[in-house]
């Protein structure tokens, strides 16, 4: 726990892609697109992750980014080379 007495909870996006909430329920989503993973009001962080298609009806995660206050970072596969992005 932090000073507010709340536990330290993750989420995350992985593989073709499967999801982890940050109340800990696991789900898959094959669709490609854009997705907001998180987006927090209070602190200005908001997090994306990118899907292509692999296959049909199979997507893969094939980048992401980070906005925290107005510093961007975002991280793009780009044919298995990635390709790194700030500001």
């Known amino acids: ?5 709340c536990p ?3 989420c995350h996006s992985m593989g073709d892609p499967h999801f982890k ?8 989503f094959h669709k490609p697109g854009r997705y907001e993973l ?18 049909p009806g199979v ?5 992401g980014a980070i906005q925290y206050f107005t510093d961007h970072f975002a991280i793009k596969a780009n ?3 990635p ?3 700030f500001n």
Request: hydrophobic content about 35%.
């Open 59 to 63: 997507s893969v995660n094939d980048g």
């Open 21 to 28: 909430t940050f109340d800990g329920i696991y789900f898959d």
């Open 8 to 10: 330290a909870r993750t």
């Open 79 to 81: 044919l298995g080379t």
């Open 1 to 5: 726990p932090d000073a507010t007495g």
């Open 38 to 55: 998180v987006r927090s009001i209070s602190s200005h962080l908001r997090i994306e992750m990118c899907n292509k298609e692999w296959v």
């Open 83 to 85: 390709q790194v992005i």
